[in-house]
Nanobody
């Protein structure tokens, strides 16, 4: 079974930056897409950024121009560089991977989340 572990969250002042990392372990057969989601209290989990197998990226409107998703396939790691952070970015950020594991079926995997708090 594949496991995802996020890191890099923390407390930062508005205008600051953070880089989140998501490292995958286990036997991965194929990756269809990976991404970052976030969930604030009382709100639905929402997509922040995603990157497909072919390298295409997709961003939430609120993240465009400020956040950058990237992936290092050799390290089985996906990153989210967050710049110009705003208090509205405060949330728990989750890594997601749509991948095929040893059971040879695509499944959605989630990390435990890393908390990002942006103070004004």
């Amino acid at each position: 079974q594949v496991q995802l572990v996020e890191s890099g969250g923390g407390l930062v002042q508005a205008g600051g930056s953070l880089r989140l990392s998501c490292a995958a372990s286990g036997r991965i057969v194929s990756v269809r897409a990976t991404g970052w989601y976030r969930q604030a209290p009382g709100k639905q989990r929402e997509l922040v950024a995603a990157i497909t197998r072919g390298g295409s990226t997709n961003y939430a409107d609120s993240a465009k121009g400020r956040f950058t998703i990237s992936r290092d396939n050799a390290k089985n790691t996906v990153y989210l560089q967050m710049n110009s952070l705003k208090p509205e970015d405060t949330a728990v950020y989750y890594c997601n991977a749509d991948l095929m594991d040893c059971e040879l079926k695509y499944r959605g995997y989630w990390g435990q989340g890393t908390r990002v708090a942006v103070s004004s």
